[in-house]
């Protein structure tokens, strides 16, 4: 008969062996770890040994960005003509995702010889999601064939972003064209330039037609594009069922009609907020959560269409044009100050949306300007990742004590990170 | 009176420890475990657990009982460890890194997420010389091996 009394606890084990170097050799439980960990921190631990070394390497190579600076850096001296070794660049390339490749499981191309490596080696099997950029097509680069590159690869990754004329297959989900919006179509002396522009906006629009599976779309930087009729526009986008994310750069569409439109939209840029304000009181837009706007608006009119959109997770104002402090100050009393994780939080029975996570706002310099409100601004939105205004000593006190994720801001020399050392400095001097 | 059943375990030295069922729910691999073998009498043995690790790992556990959270983990990288996890977490680096054994071999993801993320603090936003002390590590390269540009992917 077992007796059911708590039994004391043991005497104390011998040391244990598990060490930091047995831990991260097991890539089950180093996953986890690594996954907290920006590039920065990766790279540091490769080099503290070789263990190390090894453990972190594969990490390291999750995720290749060619748009990223020493991508593009080996990039620009292929590219250049008077350049030698060009060729050595190409293999070493090569070289790099042959021995590496095994690890990609992200990545993003746009270059011709990087994509060939990938199609060439076949080891290339974790690679999940493939991102093939045309940003260099104006430069009469031959565009590769995006369908041999895929079917080299054992099995299809799962995501596979962007297009060219030649690649409208089932498989393209985004479409953005920076050489559409290439800025040269504006130069002077070029002749015919409404043809040119004629010629972007139409290739454009066939990109679309091609591709029925977009999820997200950017509109190119075309004035242009307002030359074609609502209606038009609207229709073309519909056929676009799995659309989320939109971009409308200079669309002059209305933001209301959008919404309607696309229900399961989560991002939006649009140009300004035309029909939000009108919006019955019921009507709400869950699944957005990304809302841009390009234009100045009036804040307090931003305050008032967050009731309608109570999943929003990110706000970005082009600029805003702050009203004086007593006007401002009632709409905002109606916003509550904390952030709640879970949502709409109910204060008897009034439902009480949180603010959402504004990321960055820009604040029109020419306007005039009432530096109290603005340091009223910032202290309810204490998420803030990102902001361009010049303010006075008042607002920077505002920002330094309140906006702790602060990253960039307008007039801070050294940028982001001369602004977390010397806030590192600060808590320093005032815990002594 | 709760009419929580009781499910007895032994860590590696033999020794037993009995807990309640919902406290070694929080378990996945207990959990599966005895919904497929049914209350039984004997203990269930865990012979990849220590004594001491295991009674951290019940501590946690019953914190966390009434955690209607508990499940559903968290995962949101910005959310702050709160103040019992942040206590918990202060023992000496070989129990942590035992805790992620353990958390591993239960299948309790909370602790495990938890755990990790405490490591990846100590590691982040260090340079390589910061982490060698941190952890007490010898620099094994060369001096020329050191220089040549292992981040050039960076």
């Known amino acids: ?432 | 009176m709760s009419a929580h059943s009781q499910i007895l375990l032994t860590s590696s030295e033999g020794t037993e420890f009995i807990i309640d069922r919902d406290i070694a729910d929080k378990s996945m691999l207990l959990k599966c475990m005895l919904e497929d073998i049914g209350e039984i009498g004997q203990a269930v043995p865990l012979p990849n657990v220590s004594g001491p690790i295991l009674t951290k790992v019940i501590e946690y556990c019953t914190h966390h009982r009434d955690d209607p959270n508990f499940l559903s983990a968290n995962d949101d990288v910005a959310a702050d460890i709160d103040e019992w996890d942040l206590e918990y977490c202060k023992v000496d680096q070989g129990t942590l890194y035992e805790l992620i054994l353990a958390a591993n071999y239960l299948d309790i993801k909370p602790l495990m997420d938890l755990t990790c993320k405490t490591v990846a603090n100590m590691i982040k936003a260090k340079s390589p010389e910061e982490i060698r002390k941190t952890f007490n590590i010898t620099n094994d390269f060369t001096p020329d091996e050191e220089d040549q540009d292992w981040v050039d992917e960076h």
């Not at chain 1, 080696?121 to 031959?142: F, I």
């Not at chain 1, 229900?263 to 840029?269: D, I, Q, S």
């Not at chain 1, 970005?316 to 702050?322: L, Q, R, S, T, Y």
């Open chain 1, 1 to 432: 008969m077992t007796d059911f009394h708590p039994t004391p606890l043991p005497p104390p084990t011998p040391a244990s062996t598990i060490t930091i170097n047995a831990l991260i050799y097991i890539p089950e439980l180093l996953q986890p770890i690594v996954d907290h960990f920006e590039r920065p921190d990766i790279c540091s631990c490769i080099l503290v040994s070789r263990h190390w070394n090894q453990c972190f390497t594969p990490s390291l190579w999750h995720t290749v960005d060619t748009l990223s600076k020493p991508w593009q850096e080996l990039f620009r001296r292929h590219d250049c003509k008077y350049d030698l070794p060009r060729d050595k660049i190409a293999a070493r390339v090569r070289e790099t995702i042959a021995s590496h490749g095994h690890h990609i499981r992200h990545l993003t191309a746009t270059w011709n010889i990087v994509l060939e490596a990938v199609a060439a080696n076949s080891g290339c099997t974790n690679l999940t999601s493939l991102v093939v950029g045309s940003v260099m097509y104006h430069r009469k680069v031959t565009p590769l064939d995006l369908k041999t590159v895929i079917a080299a690869l054992p099995h299809p990754p799962l995501t596979v972003l962007y297009a060219t004329d030649q690649t409208a297959t089932p498989l393209v989900q985004w479409l953005h064209l920076p050489w559409v919006s290439n800025r040269r179509i504006y130069r002077t002396g070029i002749v015919n330039e409404d043809l040119r522009r004629k010629i972007t906006v139409e290739r454009f629009w066939s990109l679309v037609q091609q591709n029925p599976g977009l999820v997200r779309l950017r509109f190119p930087t075309l004035g242009a594009m307002n030359d074609l009729s609502k209606e038009y526009i609207l229709e073309q986008l519909l056929a676009l069922k799995e659309l989320r994310d939109l971009d409308l750069e200079l669309t002059l569409l209305d933001a209301r009609t959008i919404l309607r439109l696309f229900p399961k939209l989560e991002r939006l840029r649009i140009y300004n907020m035309d029909g939000l304000m009108v919006l019955s009181a019921q009507e709400q837009y869950r699944n957005l959560r990304h809302l841009g706007l390009r234009t100045y608006v009036l804040f307090t009119n931003v305050l008032k269409v967050l009731h309608h959109l109570p999943g929003l997770e990110e706000l970005w104002i082009k600029g805003v044009a702050v009203e004086p402090v007593g006007h401002l100050r009632t709409t905002m009393a109606s916003i509550p100050i904390t952030l709640s994780p879970n949502g709409p939080s109910t204060r008897g029975d009034e439902v009480v949306v949180s603010p959402p996570v504004i990321k960055a706002f820009y604040i029109d310099e020419t306007l005039p300007r009432d530096d109290e409100s603005i340091a009223l601004l910032v202290r309810r939105f204490p998420r803030l990742v990102q902001i361009r205004a010049g303010v006075n000593r008042a607002t920077k006190k505002a920002l330094w004590e309140h906006c702790y994720y602060l990253e960039e801001m307008h007039g801070v020399k050294g940028g982001a990170e001369a602004w977390k050392r010397r806030r590192a400095e600060d808590k320093r001097k005032r815990c002594k």
